[in-house]
């Protein structure tokens, strides 16, 4: 166990409610705030292809820290991360609501509903995999306390030596926690505004100034801090922090805006959905092209990459429906696999040093094919009895409110003799 620890000490945003409805044949229950007239297995679709190349990334990822000598197309790869869909997609899916009540005027769901849905959604799987992952690395107490605390507070983003530490992709879930807090903060100011102004359109165009505005920054951010005040890259919190990568939550969001305004209505069609695609694909392969370890091109990735996503998601949610490309997003592998992505997604990188620590893969360069397919299947089946042990029983937790944030009264009529 010792050993293992070492290993495990070493360098190393899903959002679908649990359901039965992919084993019925009906597909995922829609994501909150998804499109009226669907769209859910599709986006289903786009979780589980980004779950199964976030872990070709990291296996990628992890062989290079170990000294494996990449070329080609394997080296391309290694800069290709995927993460920033994940973070268009949340902001898209969690905006949606809000913009549709900021534009028609009516009424938005409160801040404590919405925050209580998100806990109940993301902690108990995120606390799980935390105090589980810090206990192997931490066998004898006291351990590290500050990075247990920092990681289940989801402040970790903001320190320079643990941001990684424990669960190495749990940074991203810090990101996501901060945007909720925005996104409540924001969405009343929107709301309030907007009640000013009567055109819907000019509603809209108001929260595609502030979505435009939110994108700027990170952009202005990230370039001041590597052109002009020369911070080294490998700063963590300057260019991971929420202030350096939020130009992909503003993407979703402006996505939100311009779905909203069209009220379910498609808006390409023919052949503009596969342009967009192309286009989104084009733009984010130059971004990783550009993106040369120590360059402007590597600080600045994910904001080009954010714009790429954007018009691939754009190509989906606003496509005309039955295209070819949506119905491969529909295939019932895929969704499964996005249905069971947040669970893979967590315990991947402690499946991988794992499966390296009995010997099963290996970082050289040679070994990466191999490698990944093995981490892949592992990091699936654990995801998958993650989900039906952690995610689909702490869901529920759901059901202690109902729809409108009020907590549930189980036995009325036990409060009403007490009262009486």
């Known amino acids: 166990m010792s050993s293992l620890n070492a290993t495990l000490s070493m360098d190393r945003p899903r959002d679908v409610t649990p359901t039965d409805a992919l084993r019925t044949g009906r ?12 769209r859910a297995r599709e986006l289903e679709g786009y979780r589980g292809l980004v ?26 790869l290694a800069r290709f991360e995927t993460v920033d869909l994940l973070f268009v997609m ?7 609501s809000y913009a549709r009540a900021a534009i028609n005027q009516t009424e938005a769901r ?16 995120y606390w799980v995999g935390v105090t589980t992952v810090w206990a192997l690395r931490n066998p004898t107490l006291p351990g590290d306390w500050v990075d247990l605390v920092e990681h289940l507070l989801f402040v970790q983003v903001f320190d320079q030596e643990r941001i990684f530490y424990t669960l190495g992709p749990a940074w991203s879930m810090s990101l996501e926690v901060i945007f909720y807090l925005l996104l409540v903060l924001l969405a009343p100011l929107a709301i309030r ?11 809209g165009a108001l929260l595609l100034a502030g979505t435009a505005v939110l994108a700027a920054v990170p ?18 919190p300057v260019y991971f922090g929420p202030q350096a990568r939020f130009g992909a939550f503003a993407a979703g969001m402006a996505l939100a805006v311009v779905v909203a305004l069209r009220d379910g209505r ?7 959905p596969s342009v967009l695609r192309v286009t989104g694909l084009g733009v984010i392969t130059v971004g990783a092209v550009l993106s040369h370890p120590g360059s402007w091109g590597q600080v600045v990735f994910h904001d080009v990459a954010a714009l790429g996503w954007l018009l691939l998601l754009a190509s989906t949610v606003l496509g005309a429906p039955g295209q070819l490309w949506s119905k491969m997003l529909s295939w019932n592998v895929l969704t499964w696999l996005g249905l069971i992505s947040y669970s893979t997604y967590m315990w991947h990188e402690p499946v991988m040093m794992l499966l390296e620590h009995i010997g099963l893969i290996n970082r050289s360069a040679e070994g990466l094919p191999i490698s990944i397919a093995i981490v892949v299947l592992f990091s699936v089946g654990v995801g998958w009895v993650s989900f039906h042990v952690i995610e689909r029983p702490t869901s529920k937790l759901r059901m202690l409110r109902d729809r409108n944030g ?11 003799r007490q009262s009486s």
């Open 27 to 38: 597909g995922p229950t829609p994501p909150e705030g998804a499109p009226q007239h669907g």
């Open 51 to 76: 779950g199964l190349t976030i872990v070709a990334f990291h296996v990628i990822q992890y062989a290079a820290q170990g000294g494996a000598q990449l070329s080609g197309f394997l080296a391309a």
């Open 90 to 96: 949340s902001a898209y899916l969690l905006t949606l």
């Open 110 to 125: 409160s801040a404590g509903q919405f925050l209580f849905r998100r806990a109940v959604r993301i902690v108990p799987l």
């Open 193 to 203: 505004s907007c009640a000013r102004i009567t055109s819907g359109r000019r509603r």
């Open 219 to 236: 952009w202005a951010w990230n370039s001041i801090a590597f052109l002009v005040a020369h911070v080294p890259f490998d700063n963590w």
């Open 266 to 272: 498609p808006m390409f069609s023919g052949i503009w």
């Open 406 to 416: 009020r907590v549930r009264e189980y036995y009325p009529e036990l409060r009403h």
